[in-house]
């Protein structure tokens, strides 16, 4: 899989992109990833990219030509278009599994007090991390990136992510280390009987409690 990803501030995703389980599933070429700064397709002496709306109102808005010369630039056949936007379709775990099929994705990251409406027309989905308002789409991008990547075969270990949370719309269970006993609080004591069909069924007995108690919207759709 390729991931190009357009953004104002390509510092951002250095040490993104070089560290732990992201850093090596790009050392291993398990995915690549590209980071391209907007500037670049601008055709501005100054290499600006956003300037006052029309109509007045507060902030610069992004423009749309350096966007789509980027876009035509860096789109293949076969490549997603995604705009990182708080008005966007809210992202989830079954949408990151799903953008794991695709060959390439070209993730946009808005920025500043808001992007020209027409950069919508060349995209091919707007996703959005949550409701709330960030400064920009870089976090969103790397969230994207990372859930995404560490679903490619071979990033961790083969089904370790069978168990997640959301998976099958259910919480994950909880895990336990060293000490067996922290200041009164045990271990549960089936985690030691070696029984693994007993282990399985605490689990996911564990897994149904904890979903009603904390999301019993996911069990509803379940
Ligand atoms: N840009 C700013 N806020 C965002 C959000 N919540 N999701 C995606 N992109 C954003």
Request: charged letters at 25%; proline letters at 4%.
């Amino acid at each position: 899989m390729k991931i190009d990803i357009l953004t104002l501030f390509p510092e951002l995703f250095v040490s993104f992109l070089n560290t732990s389980i992201i850093g090596r599933a790009v050392l291993h070429k398990k995915v690549e990833i590209k980071v391209h700064n907007l500037r670049d397709y601008s055709l501005d002496p100054h290499k600006r990219v956003d300037d006052y709306g029309y109509g007045g109102g507060d902030g610069m808005v992004l423009m749309v030509e350096p966007v789509y010369r980027a876009i035509e630039t860096i789109k293949k056949e076969n490549t997603k278009v995604i705009l990182l936007t708080p008005q966007g379709a809210v992202f989830h775990q079954k949408m990151a599994y799903d953008f794991t099929k695709e060959e390439h994705l070209l993730l946009i990251c808005g920025h500043y007090e808001g992007f020209d409406e027409r950069i919508r027309s060349f995209v091919d989905m707007e996703v959005s991390i949550g409701d709330f308002v960030l400064t920009g789409g870089e976090i969103p991008a790397m969230v994207l990136t990372d859930s995404i990547v560490r679903l490619l075969e071979g990033v961790i270990k083969e089904g370790s992510h069978l168990n997640d949370s959301f998976q099958n719309d259910l919480l994950d269970y909880p895990v336990y280390t060293k000490p067996r006993n922290f200041m009164g609080m045990e271990v549960p004591d089936v985690l030691f009987s070696g029984h693994h069909a007993n282990i399985e069924a605490w689990r996911l007995s564990k897994q149904i409690e904890k979903t009603k108690q904390r999301r019993p919207d996911l069990l509803e759709k379940r």
